[in-house]
């Protein structure tokens, strides 16, 4: 999709997307290769559940790797069942930056990746 001629990538699929760093460096070659595009969208439940318990790490090291690679998402999903507070501030802290964001619906998540200057 395009929004202010900048080009982003709703990937949905009914299998997980980002279940470890690897997964994450597969879907922005493969978005990046096939799109143009360093702009990403994918679902929450595209995303592993594991990512959500920061004591993983998962996170944190998935969101290393987009900004390395200098790739911006949005996962879009509900959030409200977590109950973790590092989670919450997680979440409030990377929706409030420029590279990670965790947002209700598909027009926020456009909304947000489209102003940015990717």
Known sequence: MNKNGVSIAYVTNNETL??????????????????????????????????????????GEVLQKFINYQTKIAIIGDYSGYTSKSLKDFIYESSNGNDIFFVQDVEQAIEKLSSLKA
């Open 18 to 59: 980002i279940s470890d760093v690897q997964s994450a460096l597969d879907l922005m070659a493969t978005v990046r290769y096939e799109l143009d595009s360093n702009l990403i969208i994918v679902n929450k439940s595209e995303v592993s559940e594991a990512f959500f318990d920061l004591k993983t790490r998962l996170a």
